[in-house]
Nanobody, 115 residues
Framework: QVQLVESGGGLVQAGGSLRLSCAASGSIFGTRPMGWYRQAPGKQRELVATITSAGTSNYADSVKGRFTVSRVKGKNTVYLQMNSLKPEDTAVYYC?????????WGQGTQVTVSS
């Protein structure tokens, strides 16, 4: 079993910042690719950012230059630093990890950006 626990969501004003954290535990061997997705009400889940085991990151165009994904070296723990937040960033943010060709998901953490 693989478990992911996210934290760090909340309510923030536009232009503010939040930092999300995610730690994976369970039957995982080695460091694995991880990522962040989000889902706004009435919309499909979308990619926010991914990071490989080596630390190479990739971002959705909508968050480039504002969000930064990072990970603890040698661990399956990732962070998402979100700056210059906009109301359209409001969503439930999910952490994911890929292990043995399967994606595992956290329970999600709510991020609400007020205008």
């Amino acid at each position: 079993q693989v478990q992911l626990v996210e934290s760090g969501g909340g309510l923030v004003q536009a232009g503010g910042s939040l930092r999300l954290s995610c730690a994976a535990s369970g039957s995982i061997f080695g460091t694995r690719p991880m990522g962040w997705y989000r889902q706004a009400p009435g919309k499909q889940r979308e990619l926010v950012a991914t990071i490989t085991s080596a630390g190479t990151s990739n971002y959705a165009d909508s968050v480039k230059g504002r969000f930064t994904v990072s990970r603890v070296k040698g661990k399956n723990t990732v962070y998402l630093q979100m700056n210059s937040l906009k109301p359209e960033d409001t969503a439930v943010y999910y952490c994911t990890i890929n292990f043995r060709f399967q994606d595992y998901w956290g329970q999600g953490t709510q991020v609400t950006v007020s205008s």
